[in-house]
């Protein structure tokens, strides 16, 4: 069982987002210039959400080497005020070609409530997103254990997915369907005693499917098309450095378009203009920790170099930047 909850509130007095209105000249401003305010856009945030989930999972060896997974969840969602409830059952099957070899696959479904602030013009509550997903899948190791491969591919779907509405800003429609299929290989090598490499791959390819407003076939905003990731692990496992090790990872992802389900329409034209490009960007993290008797003493370095990259930008205005150079140095034990 799970629960969780979700409260908030604010909102926006008013404002005028014309880029031709309320213009500062910004070598000689004059900040006691009284601006031009809208109630238009106007508009209250106040929710209060709960969620609580019951669930139940039962792995059934059928024979020495065929495996059934067999699990569901139920969720009951109050909603400001709004009730309602999903079932979202979940069946696999795993059978094992040897015992260092074995294929997989699973069928679910999920449930996505529409939390918080997302509601349409006309105040009814959107209708919960729904989702359907398909795995296939080998997982593979010799017989050392040093070497290991997984290798999937999927096909999720999305539906009941909130998008911006394009005649009133600051509210939701529900409108047709996503789907991502792809495939992920991850693997594993310990080379020597000490020394383990490992690394990730995604192919992932994800579009709108339907839709009332948004064309079929507008790829989804912000997810690249090409993820990798590779990454090191050395220790010391022998002499007066016993206890040191270091590790090295390096993070690439493929440009990708910002978020076309928010339209901004900047020239007038009636056209989404939020579908710019992101580029590709590659972060390299490192880190250096030490045991000793059961405590370690750990130093991570995030964006090594301090790459500028943009992960995300739902508009033209609203563009994240990544996180600069940081580091943590962190001191924990075991009891």
Do not use: C
């Not at 990454?231 to 993070?251: K, Q, T, W, Y």
């Amino acid at each position: 069982m799970d629960y969780r909850r979700y409260k908030g509130s604010g909102g926006e007095d008013g404002g005028v987002f014309d880029l031709t209105a309320n213009t500062l000249d910004f070598l000689n401003p004059n900040y006691t210039r009284t601006y031009d305010r809208s109630s238009a856009f106007a508009y209250p945030i106040d929710y209060n959400n709960r969620q609580t989930g019951y669930y139940i999972q039962d792995h059934i060896g059928l024979t020495d080497a065929a495996f059934l997974t067999v699990g569901g969840r139920v969720d009951r969602v109050d909603n400001t005020g709004s009730r309602d409830s999903a079932f979202s059952p979940r069946v696999g099957a795993t059978y094992l070609i040897n015992p260092h070899a074995s294929v997989y696959t699973v069928w679910s479904r999920s449930f996505t409530p529409q939390l918080g602030f997302v509601q349409s013009f006309d105040g009814t509550r959107l209708p919960n997103g729904q989702g359907r997903n398909i795995e296939l899948g080998t997982k593979l190791a010799d017989s050392t254990g040093r070497l290991s491969l997984t290798a999937a591919v999927f096909d999720l779907t999305r539906t009941n997915v909130a998008t911006d509405d394009p005649q009133h800003e600051f509210f939701y429609l529900v409108t047709g369907e996503q789907k991502s299929r792809g495939l992920e290989i991850e693997g594993g090598w310990q080379v020597v005693p000490g020394v383990k490499l490992s690394g990730a791959y995604t192919n992932l390819i994800a579009k709108v499917t339907e839709d009332e407003h948004i064309p079929v076939g507008t790829r989804l905003g912000n997810v690249p098309r090409h993820n990798l990731y590779v990454r090191g692990d050395f220790n010391v496992e022998d002499g007066p450095l016993r206890g040191l090790g270091a590790n090295v990872s390096v993070l690439w992802n493929s440009f990708r378009v910002a978020d076309t389900t928010y339209f901004t329409d900047i020239n007038g034209d009636g056209v989404n203009d939020a579908g710019f490009i992101l580029p590709s960007y590659t972060v390299v993290d490192a880190g250096l920790n030490y045991n000793y008797q059961g405590w370690r003493l750990q130093l991570d370095v995030n964006n090594l170099f301090n790459k500028e990259y943009y992960p995300d930008a739902s508009d033209p205005y609203r563009v994240s930047f990544g996180r600069p150079r940081n580091w943590r140095l962190s001191l924990s034990t075991r009891l």
